[in-house]
T-cell receptor, first 111, second 109 residues
Framework: DGGITQSPKYLFRKEGQNVTLSCEQN?????MYWYRQDPGQGLRLIYY???????QKGDIAEGYSVSREKKESFPLTVTSAQKNPTAFYLC??????????FGQGTRLTVV | AQRVTQPEKLLSVFKGAPVELKCNYS??????LFWYVQYSRQRLQLLLR??SRESIKGFTADLNKGETSFHLKKPFAQEEDSAMYYC???????????FGKGTTLSVSS
């Protein structure tokens, strides 16, 4: 089954803890993205990567970190510095930004 | 500044009625615009892009540079059109998409 896979589907984190969200794609896309989706806020860009070993901050990168060691993988770490981490996180990939393919999302809840 | 504005949070229509989901943008130069749709319990997916000038599921969208708009239209709404719709703009660098806040379309019989 080709596509983009996010795991886990639901994630709970205690305050002060770092947590890593997984995103894997087998579409051979160069570019990968992380968006945060909040009710009434739409999708806001956290980080994106156009190529392996390179990534750029999006509009709301504070409190987040990423890595892009492999073309297929773009994990997102939500650090304790993120003040309001409870949200729905969407990963996407694309080739030349023609069409972005999205994962099913991870819902992160801070308890 | 690059920005996408979707002024309506919710649009409720009856089955068979025309639908227009509004999208305005702010961009310097020639924009590249998209509509994405998220049906209940499904992943976000591309509906259409202005470059291809296609019609998908009866939806069309025309880029109006004078009004900086890219409204999504369908002449006769169906119940299965109920979903969240996002307008998106490729950023100036061509490296990522900027999304609007989305409009929930609710079609009832």
């Amino acid at each position: 089954d080709g596509g983009i896979t996010q795991s886990p589907k639901y994630l709970f984190r205690k305050e002060g803890q770092n947590v890593t969200l997984s995103c894997e794609q087998n579409l051979n896309h160069d570019a990968m993205y992380w968006y945060r989706q909040d009710p009434g806020q739409g999708l806001r860009l956290i980080y994106y990567s156009q190529i392996v070993n390179d990534f750029q901050k999006g509009d709301i990168a504070e409190g987040y970190s990423v890595s892009r060691e492999k073309k297929e993988s773009f994990p997102l770490t939500v650090t304790s510095a993120q003040k309001n981490p409870t949200a729905f996180y969407l990963c996407a990939s694309s080739q030349n930004t023609r069409e972005a393919f999205f994962g099913q999302g991870t819902r992160l809840t801070v308890v | 500044a690059q920005r996408v504005t979707q002024p309506e949070k919710l649009l409720s229509v009856f089955k068979g009625a025309p639908v227009e989901l509004k999208c305005n943008y702010s961009y310097s130069g020639s924009p590249e615009l998209f509509w994405y749709v998220q049906y209940s319990r499904q992943r976000l997916q591309l509906l259409l892009r202005h470059i291809s000038r296609e019609s998908i599921k009866g939806f069309t969208a025309d880029l109006n540079k004078g009004e900086t708009s890219f409204h999504l239209k369908k002449p006769f709404a169906q119940e299965e059109d109920s979903a969240m719709y996002y307008c998106a703009l490729k950023n100036q660098a061509g490296t990522a998409l900027i999304f609007g806040k989305g409009t929930t379309l609710s079609v009832s019989s």
